[in-house]
T-cell receptor, first 116, second 114 residues
Framework: AQKVTQAQTEISVVEKEDVTLDCVYETRDTTYYLFWYKQPPSGELVFLIRRNSFDEQNEISGRYSWNFQKSTSSFNFTITASQVVDSAVYFCALSEAGQAGTALIFGKGTTLSVSS | SQTIHQWPATLVQPVGSPLSLECTVEGTSNPNLYWYRQAAGRGLQLLFYSVGIGQISSEVPQNLSASRPQDRQFILSSKKLLLSDSGFYLC?????????????FGAGSRLTVL
C-alpha cells in the first residue's frame, strides 16, 4: 500500500537557519513519482518539485534542495538560510506511474514557522 | 496559460443545509479534475476525481457528491451538510492520466458547518 509519512508536525526556526523537512514513503511499485507542495497562509497549494523513481540526483533550486534516497525511501527537503516568507505548510506526496491523480497520496504536512 | 477558479472562497452553513462548490479551469481542454479536502491538522484527502464529462470516481464514501456537467467544470455538492463536512476544499486539475502529472490547485473554499 502507498503511504507518505511526514513525522515532523511542526518546526520552528529563526531566520537564516537551515531546516530540513523529512519525508518517508512506502510503495510496491518500481516506478513512481514524488512531489513537494507548499501551502502558504493563503491556502493555495503551490507545486515545488517532482522527482521520478529512476532519478536519484539531488536537486537544488536557489535556497531549496531535495535529497532523494531510494535505499531509505526518503525524499527530504532542505531550505537553506530560511526566511520569514518560507513559513508555510509543506506537503510531500507520492503517485504511481500509469495512474491519474487518484494515486497522489499526500503526507499530513509539516508546518514550518520562521521567525525574524 | 491555464487558470483554475474556485468559489465561493468562504462559506458558513448550518447543519442540514445543501452545499454547492464550483470549480472551473481555463486554457486547457479535457483536464483531469479533482476535489480534495483538508481537515484541521490532517493531510489532503482525495474525495473525487474525473477524467471526462460525466465520469466521476469516488475515493471515500460520504455525504458528498461531485458532478462534471462540462469539460472544464467540476462541482462538489451535498444535500444535507454534517458538522464533519467542515474543512478546506481544494479543486485541482492535471493533464493526462499519468501519475507523473503535476496537480495544479485552486485557491480553496473554506467551509464551516455550524
Amino acid at each position: 500500500a502507498q503511504k507518505v509519512t511526514q513525522a515532523q508536525t511542526e518546526i520552528s526556526v529563526v531566520e537564516k537557519e537551515d531546516v530540513t523537512l523529512d519525508c518517508v514513503y512506502e510503495t510496491r511499485d518500481t516506478t513512481y513519482y514524488l512531489f513537494w507542495y507548499k501551502q502558504p497562509p493563503s491556502g493555495e497549494l503551490v507545486f515545488l518539485i517532482r522527482r521520478n523513481s529512476f532519478d536519484e540526483q539531488n536537486e537544488i533550486s536557489g535556497r531549496y534542495s531535495w535529497n532523494f534516497q531510494k535505499s531509505t525511501s526518503s525524499f527530504n527537503f532542505t531550505i537553506t538560510a530560511s526566511q520569514v516568507v518560507d513559513s508555510a505548510v509543506y506537503f510531500c506526496a507520492l503517485s504511481e506511474a500509469g495512474q491519474a491523480g487518484t494515486a497522489l497520496i499526500f503526507g499530513k504536512g509539516t508546518t514550518l514557522s520562521v521567525s525574524s | 496559460s491555464q487558470t483554475i477558479h474556485q468559489w465561493p472562497a468562504t462559506l458558513v452553513q448550518p447543519v442540514g443545509s445543501p452545499l454547492s462548490l464550483e470549480c472551473t479551469v481555463e486554457g486547457t481542454s479535457n483536464p483531469n479534475l479533482y476535489w480534495y479536502r483538508q481537515a484541521a491538522g490532517r493531510g489532503l484527502q482525495l474525495l473525487f476525481y474525473s477524467v471526462g464529462i460525466g465520469q466521476i470516481s469516488s475515493e471515500v464514501p460520504q455525504n458528498l457528491s461531485a458532478s462534471r456537467p462540462q469539460d472544464r467544470q467540476f462541482i462538489l455538492s451535498s444535500k444535507k451538510l454534517l458538522l464533519s463536512d467542515s474543512g478546506f476544499y481544494l479543486c485541482a486539475w492535471s493533464r493526462g492520466s499519468s501519475g507523473a502529472n503535476v496537480l495544479t490547485f485552486g485557491a480553496g473554499s473554506r467551509l464551516t458547518v455550524l
